[in-house]
């Protein structure tokens, strides 16, 4: 009876044993299935063509790299995607050049990577006797949004044309783009500064619209310049730069690559950006893609587009740049 006691005990100890390995063994397992951290990114770009740039990425959501999480926001409306910025809402951030340099003097604690396109806005006209800047003395000129880039950039082309912006021209302002298609369509306003897709739309229901200037050209020319300004800026929180930046360098890399997508694919860029949202009939977006200047390049191979650039806002209109002069720490070194 004792022998047969000292078995049960010897099996029933066996068993606990076993249970505790096994329970062991679960666990381990368990912690092996258990899912990766990820890290959450969102980026931050305005309807519109910076949108337009990287909408393969917003359509398609590709697996950039193991473990990140990208989440995509299109902003309408100036106001909102700077106070976005300001707030520090978005990781990364596609902006209006200007935008760069006042979060970064206001300390928002970004960096600029690069740009996502070179000017993109035109002079038009209905009057067939405009053909330069200077014919377009005495006239009244329309533009969006005071103070914001189609102003700044046509004013100080126009002063190095010797023409005074306060004087020797009357420049009228709409709040938002689209006000602005509708008066030149209807003939209301003769002579504006637009944007492309709009100019785009405005010669498919205006075909006799006369293309004065490109800016961008007109720059190129001031400023001895191969590209022209930079319209729009990606910046890059300075933390995840730091601690993140295989993954920035990744993103950006795909940036590249949807902005040459976007230009070698255009009829299919235009039906993606009407399916997530951006503002635009899908055959104006692919037409307005032959002059948009969509072009992808890092801010170390631009810096000195970038300083021209922010030099000349300054000297017009130092709060566009939030007060003070810009110098290369605003760059991303990689």
Do not use: H
Not at 132 to 153: A, F, H, M, R
Not at 301 to 311: A, L, M, P, Q, V
Request: hydrophobic residues 40%; aromatic residues 6%; glycine residues 6%.
């Amino acid at each position: 009876m004792k022998k047969l006691n000292k078995f049960l005990s010897l099996g029933l100890m066996v068993l606990f044993s076993l249970s505790i390995l096994v329970g062991c063994n679960t666990s381990k397992k368990e912690e092996a299935k258990a899912p990766e951290e990820k890290t959450s990114i969102e980026i931050v770009v305005p309807d519109g063509l910076p949108a337009i740039s990287i909408v393969k990425m917003i359509k398609e959501k590709p697996e950039i790299m193991k473990g990140l999480d990208i989440n995509y926001s299109i902003v309408k409306g100036s106001d909102a995607l700077v106070s976005k910025v300001l707030k520090g809402e978005g990781d990364i951030c596609i902006v209006p050049s200007n935008v760069a340099a006042i979060a970064y003097n206001k300390e928002a604690k970004y960096k600029l990577a690069g740009t996502v396109g070179f000017g993109s806005l035109y002079v038009i006209s209905s009057d067939d006797s405009v053909n330069s800047l200077e014919d377009l003395k005495g006239k009244d000129v329309y533009n969006v949004g005071q103070g914001l880039t189609p102003d700044l950039i046509f004013k100080i082309l126009l002063q190095n044309d010797g023409i005074n912006p306060e004087k020797d021209l009357t420049l009228s302002y709409v709040n938002a783009a689209s006000e602005l298609a509708p008066l030149f369509i209807e003939g209301k306003a003769k002579y504006a500064v637009v944007p492309e897709p709009m100019l785009t739309q405005i010669m498919t229901k205006k075909p006799e619209t006369k293309i004065v200037a490109s800016l961008n050209e007109q720059w190129k020319k001031m400023s001895d310049s191969k590209m022209g300004y930079p319209q729009s800026s990606v910046i890059v929180k300075e933390d995840l730069a730091k601690n993140n930046s295989e993954a920035v360098q990744k993103i950006l890399k795909e940036i590249d690559n949807s902005t040459k997508w976007a230009n070698e694919n255009k009829e299919e860029a235009g039906a993606f950006a009407e399916e997530v949202g951006i503002t635009g009939k899908k055959e104006i977006i692919a037409k307005s893609l032959e002059r948009a200047n969509l072009n992808y390049v890092s801010a170390l191979d631009s810096e000195s587009e970038y300083i021209k650039y922010y030099d000349k806002i300054y000297s017009l209109e130092p709060k566009a740049i939030g007060g003070k002069k810009v110098n290369e720490e605003i760059f991303l070194q990689k």
